[in-house]
Structures are given as structure tokens and as C-alpha cells.
């Protein structure tokens, strides 16, 4: 291997990664632990890129190099001023180009034995789409299923406090996957970013011991699950939580009690159903939404709205859904999920 120049496959052997594109290609993925230090910022690529189509490579790269040597002596003032000479790290840009060359030219001139990925976030990205196209299959998964308000999250959760393996896809996408499934707070990641943490999750997984996981449609929130691994989910044994129509409204007033701290928003959400509900039935949820009944309207949006599209989609999607065995729970109490993940361990 060419010195100075780095493989995806040796990315473990660095102290530090550093993404050296702009803050907007960063927010849309980067290698899992990277830091960001562009060595040209968001506007500015858009000058030097403008400047390379309207004028000439040679005003681009002229311009361009004034900003990209401003900007890595601000990062060597700064973000690295501390760091000992023993210090290796990994620069990465889009393709292994100018952008992360220039970085590290620079930081091995210092005295660091900094290398350039080769390839660059794109030879990243396939490593990606590899990978999750050849763990996927191979996975024992065990799907928990249950109707809205089934506490299978928090199952997954007990699962894994007792030591199961497990992997939450709604945790990944930042997202319960229903219209109200949006978290206050936490945006969803990009599609990329999406599969980037799940490959990420997927090459710690045991593929000699079952893997749980939540039933989930193909879209969450704004993220799709990526087909090899929803083939697979669709392909598995199931597990199903039956509860009660008490003890899933309770969980669900519990686990869903910040919606009532944004009223507008919650409305928003429910609007979505526009074409699912008639006027009169959304403007009722509106008006319980503006009342702060939150028991009312989850009643409600469990009866016309989620049990109805649970029972249409779980028979057609899961192709074992209905050999399944059923736990059945009135309790869905903290102590009580705890009973469940126990009682689905047994199971085998």
C-alpha cells in the first residue's frame, strides 16, 4: 500500500478520523466517530465550484487553495494544537481527492504519520451497502410484534439488559414509526446516516445467536429500512405481545405523554390522517388534542386507526406471523416488560 494512503478495511488502526468536507456533507453521513474539520466550509464550495464552471480550473484551484490553506492552519491552531506527536489520524473527503490530499500533505509535513483514505466517503458508502447486503441474510432474527401500544420497544430494551442480542431499528431512525412516532428534540437521521449506524450495529451482532427485533413496515418516519435486512425480517419467526386494550393505553399515555407539551405539533401529526379519517372524526381529535385528553384520544386513535391497519398489515407482511405464540399481559408496567422479555427468552 502506497505510503501515506489508508484502506476501509484499516480504518480501526487510527487514534482519530477526520472528515474534511464541508459541514453539509457531513451532516448527511460520515464514518461512525469522525470529527469534521472542512477545509472548505459550505459557501465557500459553492464559490470555488461556481468559479471552476463559470471561469477556469486554474482561478477555481487558486481561490480554492488560499481558502483550503486558511482554513487547515485555523484547524492546526486549534482543534489540533494539543495533539502529541505519536498521533495518527485518517483524512477522508468525498472521493480520496484534493480536499483530504491537501490535509494530509499538511499534517505530515508537521511530523504526524497522517494518512489518506482511499476513495474517500465513497469507497465508505459501498462498504456500507456491502455489508449490510451480506449480514442481513444470514441473520437468526426473532420478530416481536404486538398492535400499537405493545411496549415492544421497551421490550427490546429488557431484552437487552437480560443479554440478548438486539437491534433497534426505531432508536437508529429516531422515530416510533407511527404518524406520531416523530421525538421532540431529536431530528431523524438522512437515509445514508441511517444505514451507516445500522451497518455499524450489524458487524457487532453474533450471527450464531438470535437476534430480536421490532416488527416494522418498510418506512420509518422519513428512513426506509433497507431491503436486504426488511427481506429478512418479513422471513423470520415471530413473537407476539397480546395485551390488553388497558394496559396498551395506559403504556401508551405514559410513553407518549410529551406530545401533550406541543398541542400544534400533536394537531399537525394528526392531520396526516386526512385522507384515512373523515372531517368529523379529525376535528374531534383536534379538539381533544386542544383539551389535553390524551387517554381520550389515544383511546380513540387506537380503535379507528391503529388496531385497523395492525390487522391489515401484520398477516400480509410477516410471513410467520400467524404460527406466532402469543404472550398474553395485562401489565405493561415497567415490571411487567421486564416479565415479557423473560417470558420471550424462554421461548427459545
Not at 79 to 103: E, H, M, N, T, V
Request: proline share 5%.
Amino acid at each position: 500500500m502506497q505510503k501515506g494512503v489508508a484502506t476501509v478495511a484499516q480504518l480501526s488502526g487510527f487514534d482519530e478520523i477526520i472528515d474534511a468536507r464541508t459541514p453539509a456533507e457531513f451532516a448527511e453521513d460520515h464514518l461512525p466517530g469522525a470529527v469534521n474539520l472542512p477545509v472548505l466550509d459550505n459557501e465557500q464550495r459553492i464559490i470555488v465550484g461556481t468559479m471552476y464552471k463559470q471561469q477556469s480550473a486554474f482561478e477555481a484551484r487558486r481561490v480554492g487553495g488560499a481558502m483550503v490553506a486558511a482554513n487547515i492552519a485555523h484547524h492546526l491552531q486549534t482543534a489540533l494544537c494539543d495533539k502529541p506527536r505519536s498521533w495518527r489520524p485518517l483524512i477522508y473527503c468525498w472521493r480520496g481527492g484534493q480536499r483530504s490530499g491537501s490535509f494530509t500533505t499538511w499534517l505530515r509535513m508537521v511530523g504526524w504519520d497522517a494518512c489518506q483514505l482511499q476513495g474517500g466517503y465513497k469507497a465508505f458508502r459501498h462498504h456500507v451497502i456491502a455489508g449490510i447486503e451480506q449480514i442481513a441474510p444470514g441473520l437468526d432474527l426473532r420478530v416481536v410484534c404486538g398492535p400499537t401500544g405493545s411496549a415492544k420497544t421497551r421490550v427490546l430494551e429488557a431484552l437487552a439488559t437480560l443479554g440478548a442480542q438486539t437491534l433497534d431499528l426505531e432508536d437508529l431512525a429516531a422515530h416510533k414509526g407511527s404518524v406520531l412516532g416523530a421525538l421532540p428534540n431529536r431530528p431523524q437521521p438522512a437515509q445514508k446516516h441511517f444505514e451507516t449506524m445500522l451497518h455499524a450495529q450489524l458487524v457487532t451482532l453474533n450471527l450464531a445467536r438470535p437476534v430480536y427485533i421490532e416488527a416494522e413496515s418498510r418506512r420509518i418516519g422519513m428512513v426506509f429500512v433497507p431491503e436486504p435486512l426488511i427481506m429478512r425480517m418479513r422471513a423470520a419467526p415471530c413473537i407476539m405481545i397480546d395485551a390488553t386494550r388497558d394496559a396498551r393505553l395506559e403504556f401508551l399515555i405514559r410513553d407518549y405523554a410529551y406530545l401533550g407539551d406541543d398541542v400544534a405539533g400533536l394537531q399537525r401529526s394528526l392531520q396526516r390522517l386526512r385522507e384515512l379519517q373523515s372531517r368529523d372524526t379529525l376535528a374531534r381529535w383536534h379538539a381533544l388534542a386542544d383539551a389535553h385528553a390524551l387517554p381520550a384520544l389515544f383511546g380513540e386513535l387506537m380503535d379507528l386507526h391503529y388496531d385497523p391497519l395492525y390487522r391489515r398489515s401484520q398477516n400480509g407482511n410477516y410471513l410467520r406471523y400467524a404460527d406466532a405464540p402469543s404472550l398474553h399481559t395485562d401489565d405493561l408496567s415497567p415490571a411487567g416488560i421486564h416479565t415479557l422479555a423473560r417470558r420471550i427468552l424462554e421461548l427459545g
